[in-house]
């Protein structure tokens, strides 16, 4: 029995360690079409474009105005494509510190 839980409690934090990598990299995948947006200076009253922005807004604000640059499209391209990577190690970072702190699963007997 104690191998079962042992077992079921992996099988969480597996679950666990993609869903954080999944939802880091659906994020991040955001924030740099932002990027794109704003590099080809897309139609910012567009609902995609104000989705992507909200969502770097809500998520990135960590990077903005982190670099400034003579021309302001081109620094807000730095700084969304910073917040992206960022999201991207970190997720998987800790997407493999949460499966390397998993209780090893047990073979059945």
Same mark, same amino acid.
């Given at each position: 029995?104690?191998?079962?839980?042992?077992?079921?409690? *992996?099988?969480?934090?597996?679950? #666990?360690?993609?869903?954080?990598?999944?939802?880091?990299?659906?994020? &991040?995948?955001?924030? #740099?079409?932002?990027?794109?947006?704003?590099?080809?200076?897309?139609?910012?009253?567009?609902?995609?474009?104000?989705?992507?922005?909200?969502?770097?807004?809500?998520?990135?604000?960590?990077?903005?105005?982190?670099?400034?640059?003579?021309?302001?499209?081109?620094?807000?391209?730095?700084?969304? &494509?910073? *917040? =992206?990577?960022?999201?991207?190690?970190? =997720?998987?970072? *800790?997407?493999? #510190?949460?499966?390397?702190?998993?209780?090893?699963?047990? *073979?059945?007997?």
């Amino acid at each position: 029995m104690a191998a079962m839980a042992s077992n079921g409690a *992996a099988r969480v934090f597996e679950l #666990l360690a993609t869903l954080i990598r999944v939802v880091c990299a659906v994020i &991040a995948a955001l924030i #740099l079409v932002h990027a794109a947006f704003v590099l080809f200076e897309a139609n910012r009253s567009n609902t995609l474009v104000e989705l992507t922005e909200s969502v770097r807004n809500t998520f990135g604000w960590f990077t903005r105005d982190l670099f400034t640059k003579p021309n302001p499209k081109m620094a807000e391209v730095i700084n969304d &494509a910073l *917040a =992206g990577v960022l999201y991207v190690v970190v =997720g998987s970072f *800790a997407s493999k #510190l949460i499966v390397r702190l998993a209780p090893a699963a047990k *073979a059945k007997a």
